[in-house]
Nanobody, 117 residues
Framework: QVQLVESGGGLVQAGGSLTLSCAAS????????MGWYRQAPGNEREFVAD???????NYADSVKGRFTISRDNAKNTVYLQMNSLKPEDTAVYYC???????????WGQGTQVTVSS
């Protein structure tokens, strides 16, 4: 079974930076696509960024140029470096793991990011 544990959220002023981490248990991490999603109050969960097992990255337009996703397969960990944060980035950020031909999906518990203006 896979468990995902996020960390690194917090309160930051606009223009600041945070780095989120997500540690995965199990032995499928290196063969999985890892992603970050976020959900603001009253909104649906939305895609932020992901990185394939081969290292290909994808970003939502709203975060391109500001956020960077990376992974360390030796540590079973995926990161989200967030720079130039804006109040509209405030949300609960969730880590996601997708694996296999049927794209089975697992979610972390979420970590709160609050950006003050």
């Amino acid at each position: 079974q896979v468990q995902l544990v996020e960390s690194g959220g917090g309160l930051v002023q606009a223009g600041g930076s945070l780095t989120l981490s997500c540690a995965a248990s199990g032995n499928i991490f290196s063969r999985s696509t890892m992603g970050w999603y976020r959900q603001a109050p009253g909104n649906e969960r939305e895609f932020v960024a992901d990185i394939t097992s081969g290292g290909i990255t994808n970003y939502a337009d709203s975060v391109k140029g500001r956020f960077t996703i990376s992974r360390d397969n030796a540590k079973n960990t995926v990161y989200l470096q967030m720079n130039s944060l804006k109040p509209e980035d405030t949300a609960v950020y969730y880590c996601n793991l997708k694996y296999g031909v049927f794209r089975r999906s697992w979610w972390g518990q979420g970590t709160q990011v609050t950006v003050s203006s």
